[in-house]
């Protein structure tokens, strides 16, 4: 899918090239309508394509950080760190140190300059959720992306219980907009039902 600039800026268009072959060296891959797709540069694609729906009029700044929020994020597996919520949380500390460093260099290479590099990488960061529109945007676009393509997957892969636990912290993490938009995904019906039951104590 083809992504232009809203200024028509050259840099745009290079460091989303660079996003995506940094991202096509994915060892793990994802077969979709027949075709294999390395992981995260289709997780990538899904982002772009879920804000282009949700909010065309993002900043170049909010579309840079949403298409390489996973960057490389196979180098660093959870399997490296201690089972358990201290790492877990470690794990996502230092993933997104990671992806905001990966993606400096790139944008530093194609020409941005250190007030637009510092905030992407703010955004990657997540720092301010709540606070900050455009994070608070790149984390509904994230979280839409999961109900829209990878929770049918988590169900089958965990129980009930942990499937209600991830979806209400979820849906605690985005914002209103984001949340209704949720609520207008596209999902099979089995799916809904869940959803809903486990955000309805919320709302």
């Not at 959720?129 to 393509?149: N, P, R, S």
């Not at 089958?156 to 942990?162: A, I, N, P, R």
């Amino acid at each position: 899918m083809p992504i232009n600039s809203t200024a028509g800026d050259d840099r745009f268009e290079s460091a989303i090239e660079w996003f995506d072959r940094a991202n096509a060296e994915d060892p793990h891959t994802e077969t979709v309508d027949g075709v294999v797709c390395p992981k995260e540069l289709l997780y990538a694609q899904r982002m772009t394509e879920t804000l282009e729906r949700f909010t065309p009029t993002a900043s170049d700044t909010v579309r840079l950080a949403v298409r390489c929020q996973h960057i490389r994020r196979w180098t660093i597996p959870r399997t490296t760190y201690p089972a358990g919520r201290e790492g877990y949380r470690q794990w996502r500390t230092d993933l997104a140190r990671f992806h905001a460093d990966t993606a400096g260099e790139i944008l530093r290479d194609v020409g941005y300059n250190d007030t637009i590099i510092g905030r992407v990488q703010t955004l990657l960061r997540k720092e301010r959720l709540k606070a900050d529109a455009e994070v608070q945007l790149l984390e509904d676009i994230a979280c839409l992306v999961f109900l829209t393509y990878y929770l049918p997957l988590f169900i089958k892969q965990h129980e009930v219980s942990k499937v209600v636990d991830v979806l209400r912290k979820t849906w605690r993490k985005m914002s209103a907009h984001g949340q209704e938009a949720a609520l207008r995904l596209e999902l099979d019906d089995e799916i809904r039902v869940l959803v809903e039951a486990a955000v309805s104590p919320l709302r």
